[in-house]
Nanobody, 123 residues
Framework: QVQLVESGGGLVQAGGSLRLSCAASGRTFSNYAMGWFRQAPGKEREFVAAIGRIGSATVYADSVKGRFTISRDNAKNTLYLQMNSLKFEETAVYYC????????????????WGQGTQVTVSS
């Protein structure tokens, strides 16, 4: 089993930046592709970005391309999400997740999830 703990959320003004981290433990981190999802109040959890086991493959939701960057440090067992030019509508709880499968965009492809970190973007 993999334990995932997100951090780095907080309150930021629209146009600002935040970097989220996801610390993994329990299993070999580099065995897992990783993803970030987010869930706004009253909405479904949606895909944000994903990265392959060694970091060479990345996938982004169209809405965040060019503004968000997903990365990982396998030596530190940590996943990151750099978020720039944040928008008010991106206020949500952000979750990291892991999968033994390939890089994917669907929630059902991910086996383990963190508890989430709140990101609030003020207008």
């Amino acid at each position: 089993q993999v334990q995932l703990v997100e951090s780095g959320g907080g309150l930021v003004q629209a146009g600002g930046s935040l970097r989220l981290s996801c610390a993994a433990s329990g299993r070999t981190f580099s065995n897992y592709a990783m993803g970030w999802f987010r869930q706004a109040p009253g909405k479904e959890r949606e895909f944000v970005a994903a990265i392959g086991r060694i970091g060479s493959a990345t996938v982004y939701a169209d809405s965040v391309k060019g503004r968000f960057t997903i990365s990982r440090d396998n030596a530190k067992n940590t996943l990151y999400l750099q978020m720039n030019s944040l928008k008010f509508e991106e206020t949500a709880v952000y979750y990291c997740a892991s999968t033994t499968g390939m890089v994917g965009t669907a929630r059902r492809e991910y086996e383990y999830w963190g508890q989430g970190t709140q990101v609030t973007v003020s207008s």
